[in-house]
């Protein structure tokens, strides 16, 4: 019979482990998420479309081989790292 008790106390002890490291991986999320709205909030409209159209016009002289792919990733990461968007 003890040997139950100790191993629904393991289980216990187990379950409340996993809870403790959901509840931590989630506040880490939560934490990058404000984060990143915290960087895009300074973004006036008027930025966030030029980086847009910045982006567009990157992707255009990609698309006609005026600059090289290192270039284009280069560029398309720093666009979209000052949009606030993580890139692939």
Not at 51 to 78: K, N, P, Q, V
Request: glycine share 4%; proline share 1%.
């Amino acid at each position: 019979m003890l040997a139950g008790v100790a191993k629904s106390r393991g289980e216990a002890v187990a379950k409340r482990a996993r809870e403790q490291a959901r509840a931590v991986k989630k506040q880490a999320k939560q934490t990058k998420r404000e984060a990143r709205t915290d960087d895009t909030a300074h973004l006036s409209a008027t930025s966030e479309a030029a980086l847009f159209e910045e982006f567009a016009r990157l992707s255009a002289e990609r698309e006609a081989g005026a600059i090289s792919e290192d270039h284009y990733t280069r560029e398309r990461s720093r666009i979209l790292a000052e949009l606030g968007i993580e890139p692939d």
